[in-house]
């Protein structure tokens, strides 16, 4: 049964990659996997239907706890978009070359990323490109490069990936050493594909001839306020976090609520038509939720091998025929392009106690960069990859053919850099 389990998710993994070529929403076949795999493990566990039920509330529970976040950061994006908040950054982008626009991009997802988190960034800077760039196929390009940029960032802050931010609270890294050790590799693994790439881009930057919604009937004012607002929503999470140590989604929660708040004094003396076309009412119709269910069906369907033992049992099988952490942790890099990296860094910290590798070991750092943009490689690896994947509609195959070499080059450049690094330093 438990191989059955296995059979269904590359089953369903090989027609979610496939869902252009065969014309099948990738959100359903998610769903299907889901209900399938948990279903098959209920059958097949020695721990009986009560205790896999436990399981799946628990595991719905963190999946909730994403879902409601992406949801309140697209809808904050949304929100900011429809009063044309995003002007104060598009006007001061000069770009004219799409290589200089991309290395301008790349850096300001880079960073923005550390002090957000991946997922986040990427939402962001999506939406702002959608401001900047007319073509579609060069949106695209762009959209690979933002996750790979944004991935590179949160992997050497503590509150920049959620793997980083699991080994941070689980107390095998601290803040000031992460972000010495993994700055330089991250940088490293988001710039060597910045050449590559920029070598591809010819022309000159083409931005939308469309009006923005909203920005005719929105004051300079009403633009700058929404637009700080809705940021600042999204850089009080991590701090909300870091104070109350409660789950992010409770704080972007309040967040939306204070922003909604805001939206609706500054517009209260207007006439019912001209507010409608700023509520958060609107904003959420305005999201994709196709790719909010695809989101929770391909979490789900993870969770079930995390439950089910299967993926801490894959950790424990590279310790025993590899013995070496420095390419175990490379390996978990790269499964996590493929699968969740939240249970297989979860199932490592597990397998190497603190007794035998304290607080910021060579292997917890390592496998905060490794974890972080491995995830890059393949465009539903990551948290980011997979928002991406929902928001400019990115098929599977395009991404691994174009991205995901340059993604793979400048994660083995970035291991380099670290090691060597490593050794120098000790």
């Given at each position: 049964m438990m191989t059955m389990i296995a059979v269904v998710f590359i089953c369903c993994y090989a027609i979610i990659a496939l869902e252009h070529p065969i014309k099948i929403s990738k959100s359903a076949i998610a769903l299907i996997a889901a209900g399938l795999m948990w279903t098959l493990y209920s059958f097949a566990s020695p721990l009986g239907v009560h205790e896999v039920v436990n399981q799946l509330t628990e595991k719905l529970a963190e999946t909730a706890g994403i879902v409601f976040f992406l949801i309140s950061a697209m809808t904050i994006v949304e929100v900011t978009d429809s009063h044309g908040g995003f002007e104060v950054i598009t006007s001061r982008i000069k770009a004219t070359r799409l290589s200089t626009l991309l290395w301008v991009i790349a850096f300001i997802a880079f960073f923005l990323s550390s002090i957000l988190d991946n997922m986040t960034t990427t939402i962001v800077m999506i939406a702002l490109m959608k401001r900047l760039l007319k073509n579609h196929s060069q949106r695209l390009f762009f959209a690979g490069m933002i996750v790979i940029a944004a991935n590179a960032g949160g992997a050497w802050s503590p509150i920049g990936d959620v793997t980083t931010t699991m080994l941070w609270i689980g107390g095998q890294i601290?803040?000031?050493?992460?972000?010495?050790?993994?700055?330089?590799?991250?940088?490293?693994?988001?710039?060597?594909?910045?050449?590559?790439?920029?070598?591809?881009?010819?022309?000159s930057v083409v931005a939308p001839?469309?009006?923005?919604?909203?920005?005719?009937?929105?004051?300079?004012?009403?633009?700058?306020?929404?637009?700080?607002?809705?940021?600042?929503?999204?850089?009080?999470?991590?701090?909300?976090?870091?104070?109350?140590?409660?789950?992010?989604?409770?704080?972007?929660?309040?967040?939306?609520?204070?922003?909604?708040?805001?939206?609706?004094?500054?517009?209260?003396?207007?006439?019912?038509?001209?507010?409608?076309?700023?509520?958060?009412?609107?904003?959420?119709?305005?999201?994709?939720?196709?790719?909010?269910?695809?989101?929770?069906?391909?979490?789900?369907?993870?969770?079930?091998?995390?439950?089910?033992?299967?993926?801490?049992?894959?950790?424990q099988w590279l310790d025993f025929k590899v013995g070496n952490q420095s390419i175990i942790v490379i390996i978990i890099g790269l499964v996590s392009s493929i699968v969740d990296n939240i249970p297989l860094v979860a199932?490592?910290?597990?397998?190497?106690?603190?007794?035998?590798?304290?607080?910021?070991?060579?292997?917890?750092?390592?496998?905060?960069y490794c974890a972080g943009t491995g995830g890059s490689i393949l465009i539903i690896g990551s948290a980011a990859g997979v928002a991406a994947m929902g928001l400019e509609k990115i098929e599977f195959f395009w991404y691994a053919y174009r991205i995901g070499p340059l993604a793979l080059v400048g994660y083995m450049c970035g291991i380099a850099t670290y090691i060597l690094q490593y050794k120098l330093m000790h």
């Open positions: 601290t803040t000031v050493n992460i972000m010495k050790t993994t700055f330089l590799a991250s940088m490293v693994s988001m710039i060597v594909p910045l050449i590559m790439a920029s070598s591809l881009l010819r022309g001839d469309r009006v923005e919604q909203g920005s005719a009937k929105t004051t300079r004012f009403e633009k700058s306020v929404m637009f700080f607002m809705g940021m600042g929503s999204l850089l009080f999470v991590p701090i909300f976090k870091s104070v109350t140590h409660l789950p992010p989604y409770l704080g972007i929660l309040l967040a939306l609520g204070v922003l909604w708040l805001v939206g609706d004094l500054l517009h209260r003396n207007k006439s019912a038509e001209v507010k409608e076309n700023f509520t958060l009412a609107k904003a959420l119709r305005r999201i994709d939720m196709a790719s909010v269910v695809f989101f929770i069906g391909i979490l789900l369907a993870v969770a079930t091998l995390s439950a089910n033992g299967m993926l801490p049992s894959l950790a199932a490592s910290m597990g397998m190497y106690p603190l007794a035998q590798f304290p607080p910021d070991s060579f292997v917890w750092s390592f496998m905060a």
